[in-house]
């Protein structure tokens, strides 16, 4: 998560310190979270999705991790497969990710 926050996007820096007060919740298999924070640090975001991250599954199917920013405030990381297959490699491995932002 820091990882795909720490990407230098407007609002990035207060993502960074919602993180340390982050809960999180699981929501699907393919590793998806629900999150919310303690930090009461306003993310300035142009975008819902401010940031993504790309990685290669196991299969070499991409897989998008989608940081969801509501409100200021983190909201969910989607994962999600390009084919809408089952993830095989969770993004919470070490695994190489090109990031993108917005």
Do not use: C
Request: charged share 25%; aromatic share 6%.
């Amino acid at each position: 998560m820091s990882r795909l926050a720490s990407q230098g996007f407007p609002g990035s820096a207060a993502l960074l310190d919602q993180i340390r007060g982050l809960w999180v919740r699981s929501i699907d298999d393919d590793g998806s979270l629900s999150l919310s924070t303690s930090i009461p640090a306003i993310a300035d975001v142009r975008y819902r999705v401010p940031v993504e991250g790309i990685y290669l599954d196991k299969d070499n199917v991409r897989v998008h991790l989608l940081l969801h920013v509501v409100d200021g405030y983190l909201d969910e990381l989607e994962v999600l497969r390009e084919d809408s297959g089952v993830v095989v490699n969770s993004p919470f491995e070490e695994v190489s990710i090109e990031f993108q932002t917005l």
